[in-house]
Structure formats: C-alpha cells, structure tokens
C-alpha cells in the first residue's frame, strides 16, 4: 500500500511537471512570460523527451539539474497542475511519469 501511494505521489509531480511546461508553451506563444511557477518552461522541457513516446531517452543531468533545485512553494504550485485532463493529449507516457522523480531524485508531492 505504501509503495502504490509513493507511485500515486510520484506521478503526480511528474504531471504537474509536464502540465507546467505545455502551458508555459501556450503562454509563450501568446506573448505572455514563459515561466510557470517561477521555473521557465524552456528549462522544463528539457525532460520532455523522458516521459513522451515514442522512444523516450533517459533524463538528461539537464533535465534533473532544473527540477533538484525547486523549492517547497515551488512544487505546491507544480503539483496543483497534477489532475488536469490535458496530458493524455500530448503523448506522454504514465509509466514514464513514475520514473522520472526517482531517476532525478526528487520529493514527492507535498499532501494537500
């Protein structure tokens, strides 16, 4: 049971990660600051290519160099973004989710 709530947590900073960067892209391309949560989207989607298919790569240190130094108000707002319907649109595997916090050693989500 532990280990399914450590996954459940893990997955969802992992989406929130994810549902940062689209819509900081969106935002971008809107003319609006590409930052989300303080953390720029360009940053962000350096860990794209660890959680979309096909043929995802491992993170990059790029990639885990950006997300290890979030802090604590920074990943509330990160993980807010957890329950949104929009990431199955954008091909990102929930498998891969679960690995990448681990992968890049990150906390878990902080409880609601």
């Known amino acids: 049971m532990e280990m399914i709530k450590k996954n459940v947590v893990n997955l969802m900073l992992v989406i929130s ?3 940062v960067a689209v819509i900081g892209l969106a935002q971008q391309a809107h003319g609006q600051p590409a930052k989300v949560c303080g953390v720029p989207v360009s940053s962000l989607s350096l860990c794209l290519p660890s959680v979309k298919q096909p043929n995802p ?4 240190p790029q990639c885990c160099d950006v997300l290890k130094p979030i802090t604590q108000d920074t990943e509330k707002c ?3 973004y957890a329950t949104s319907p929009l990431l199955g649109r954008f091909g990102i595997d ?3 989710f679960l690995a990448l916090p681990a992968k890049c050693g990150l906390p878990d989500c902080p409880p609601n």
């Not at 790569?57 to 990059?60: D, G």
């Open 57 to 60: 790569t491992s993170p990059s």
């Open 78 to 80: 990160l993980c807010s």
């Open 17 to 19: 990660i994810i549902m």
């Open 94 to 96: 929930k498998g891969l």
